[in-house]
């Protein structure tokens, strides 16, 4: 139920091109009397995208000239003429029509739309002109046009909203599908939640309905169903459903920042966290204690499993769905951020028969794509390659992979007691949670296998020390460890609007004392509309590896701590991701700023 009803949501998008010419085939008028087609004057603006796509290259003379004497029997503009005779698509004549009137354009599957500015143009005149704010900039409003060029439109925009209006051209398959998105999401709530209104004034945590009725109205399916949808289309991780004072906000999480999507009705939270258990699998009547639970969806062609997790506040439930993409490109190491240095002494330590191998970091560093990664690019054919995940990420072929089932009594130390009855070679752990697990971890790597996984620490030097506290003895460390890596993600400087720029003084200051001089020159991104006004577009690792030689391995015996663990590696080779991401400083990939929020604070 819930793969179809995605589905069907994402089928606008897939099919946006042939429903914006529905009811447009190209059929002469009938003129008066004798059935002469009616000839319709070909407009200024008709004439400028024609020359200016000729001048592109994107049709000829000819091909002008033909659709422009079509335009004239058929009454249609130049555009749906194009389209139709498949002269030109939607994408290059919205290039065409932003060059010709010298205005951007705009990416709307890229750019997110400001609530603010919704709320200044009403939806029928959004869909009457087909169009959509985008953002508030000074006192001007941001609006994506199908047809930037019409005055009218702009007149009556500056009037409802009093504002200047700045337009932009936009592709108008993808106009009309942000207008859906960002309108009718709250307007089809508003219009469902109307029918479980108190009678009396009160707070609406307190409207006593049939919660499992009332999500199953269109409107809240349709509204969770838009806001999946718009998510994984933006890239988020996760998606926040958080009941305000005053409303509800809905906030995606890309790149690692949490981002303002939308505001609904402060009425409809009751009924999306509803529809949000019912999808999980969870208790829809227990609202006390915290609950998860996971379902999958598709949207277009992408499978995505989410993972759900509620739990009550103050203003009532809140929600988290974490989005995991399982037709998402498998990376490898380089693609990470993996400098090749550090690339060639980390894939030789994967080549060892035995042991363990550590990828620490807080959560949402990437711990899991570099585990991903690194079993990527070991031989399957020739080795048993077994893991125990919670949840699955990603989909291995080749490879037996175990989903942990606490509630069934699966958990990571049992599947890995019984994993260990099966001959592996290479077995991948997701995460040592517990002393249990360590302990039968440990054991494993002892016994002639090679053991990855991942451990929350805040630096590599630090790592063994949590091991410590989970019970694991020093010498038997010593003994297992082969190298740990820990890392962070930093966002990546949007290469379409990067510039120039000069450091504060402290950005100065930090990448001095990593790399020793002022000899740089620092790009930082102005914003635009491909990394949505943020200077940011995705994000790399930085990292640093331990190799646990004889000399660490000697230290951590003789008890040695943090600092001195950190020292020695140092001065064995390690670079810190402190300097690892001053390093991108200087490539012009990041910032001194992002490099400091991510490593400089945490350590």
Do not use: W
Request: aromatic share 4%.
């Amino acid at each position: 139920m819930t793969d179809e009803t995605l589905q069907a949501t994402a089928e606008p998008e897939l099919t946006a091109e042939q429903d914006n010419l529905d009811g447009l085939r190209l059929t002469p008028d009938a003129g008066e009397g004798d059935g002469a087609a009616t000839q319709r004057p070909i407009s200024e603006t008709d004439l400028g995208i024609g020359e200016t796509m000729v001048e592109l290259g994107l049709i000829t003379h000819e091909d002008l000239q033909q659709a422009q004497k079509t335009q004239r029997s058929v009454s249609a503009p130049l555009s749906k003429v194009l389209v139709e005779q498949e002269l030109a698509t939607h994408e290059e004549l919205a290039m065409a029509l932003s060059i010709y009137l010298n205005v951007p354009l705009i990416d709307l599957k890229r750019h997110h739309v400001n609530p603010e500015a919704l709320k200044l143009i009403p939806e029928p005149t959004a869909k009457k002109y087909n169009l959509i704010p985008i953002d508030i900039v000074a006192n001007s409003l941001l609006v994506v046009m199908e047809d930037p060029g019409n005055i009218l439109a702009i007149e009556d925009l500056g009037v409802q909203s009093n504002k200047g209006i700045q337009p932009a051209a936009g592709i108008p398959s993808e106009i009309a599908d942000a207008i859906d998105l960002n309108y009718k999401a709250s307007a089809e709530i508003e219009a469902h939640i109307h029918e479980f209104s108190p009678s009396s004034e009160g707070s609406a945590d307190i409207i006593d309905f049939d919660a499992s009725e009332a999500v199953a109205q269109a409107a809240i399916v349709r509204a969770l169903d838009l806001i999946i949808t718009q998510a994984v289309r933006d890239r988020a991780s996760d998606i926040h459903v958080e009941p305000q004072a005053a409303g509800v906000r809905i906030r995606y999480r890309i790149d690692g920042i949490l981002h303002d999507i939308m505001n609904l009705p402060r009425s409809a939270i009751n009924p999306l966290i509803s529809r949000i258990k019912i999808l999980g699998g969870m208790d829809i009547t227990e609202r006390r204690r915290p609950q998860d639970g996971q379902f999958s969806v598709r949207v277009g062609n992408r499978d995505v499993d989410v993972r759900a997790a509620t739990i009550d506040t103050s203003y009532g439930e809140t929600a988290v769905l974490r989005l995991l993409d399982r037709s998402a490109t498998l990376f490898d190491l380089i693609d990470l951020g993996f400098q090749p240095n550090v690339y060639s002494r980390y894939s030789e330590m994967l080549r060892s028969s035995f042991g363990m191998m550590l990828v620490s970091g807080p959560t949402g560093a990437g711990k899991t794509t570099t585990l991903y990664a690194s079993i990527n690019q070991l031989d399957a054919q020739e080795h048993n390659i077994m893991t125990i995940e919670d949840p699955i990420e990603y989909r291995f072929d080749g490879i037996k992979q175990i989903q942990v089932n606490e509630r069934a009594g699966l958990t990571f130390s049992g599947a890995l007691r019984a994993m260990m009855r099966l001959d592996p070679d290479i077995i991948l752990v997701g995460e040592i949670r517990d002393n249990e697990t360590a302990l039968t971890a440990v054991q494993a790597a002892l016994t002639g296998h090679l053991v990855m996984t991942s451990i929350h620490a805040n630096d590599a030097a630090s790592v063994p020390f949590r091991l410590v506290n989970l019970g694991v003895e020093p010498y038997l460390i010593s003994t297992v460890v082969v190298g740990v890596v820990a890392q962070r993600m930093v966002r990546n400087t949007c290469p379409h609007c990067a510039e120039r720029y000069q450091p504060a003084p402290e950005e100065m200051a930090a990448y001095r004392s990593e790399m020793g001089d002022d000899d740089v020159v620092m790009y930082k991104g102005v914003g635009c509309n491909f990394c949505s006004n943020t200077g940011f577009l995705n994000r790399s690792g930085v990292f640093e590896l331990l190799h646990f030689n004889e000399a660490i391995r000697d230290l951590l015996q003789a008890g040695g701590g943090v600092s001195d663990i950190r020292r020695q590696a140092m001065k064995d080779g390690m670079i810190t991701m402190r300097h690892n991401g001053m390093e991108k400083v200087k490539e012009g990939k990041t910032t001194p700023a992002e490099v400091m929020r991510q490593i400089i604070a945490t350590e």
